[in-house]
């Protein structure tokens, strides 16, 4: 199979992003975002304050990470970070997926997707530390502006939101504190 057609059969495979429903609404919503719509405003967060990255980041890598991490979920499915009875430690499955689904592309596209899937999986690169908090800071908007929105309705508390948020100083201490203020003006009100 020549590459182009390789390429159209992964973009044709991707368009399952937009049926993968999280848990969390669009703002000031009650509707749902899916995971391609998640993925879109990541890559937007990341053009908009990049300058606030605690370290110098490569942006066209980060948008990368931000586009391709939960293309995983076609296959895996979505897992709710702030499930209060549930673990978000479905890494083996994800990676299985992500084989499958970069697979489809040639080669060295494949590589390196997984290479940036896994990069910014594990969290350790200045890179990936963005990434991730863009990830983590994006449902801090959601439900500040719901009102709580699948915090409240979950019950989630507030001390397992601010662990489960706390990868936003890795990536940048100014952005996480602004989500630290809004976490606690949010809480006040519930």
Known sequence: MNALLQQIAFIKEIDKLKYIQRKTRLF???RYENDAEHSWHLA?????????????IDILKVLKMV????????????V????????HDNTAEELKAAK????????VQATEFITLWLEFEEGKTNDAKFAKAMDRFEPILQNTSNNGGTWKEYKVPKEKVIDKTKPVSFGSKAIWDYSLNEIERLFKTL
Do not use: C, Y
Request: aromatic share 6%; proline share 2%.
């Open 44 to 56: 937007m967060m990341v053009l908009v304050l990049a300058e606030h990255s605690n370290e110098e």
């Open 67 to 78: 586009l391709i991490h939960d293309i995983v979920e076609i296959d895996s499915g979505d």
């Open 100 to 107: 499958r689904i970069f697979g489809i592309l040639p080669e």
């Open 28 to 30: 000031n919503s009650e």
């Open 80 to 87: 709710f970070i702030f499930d209060t009875t549930k673990n």
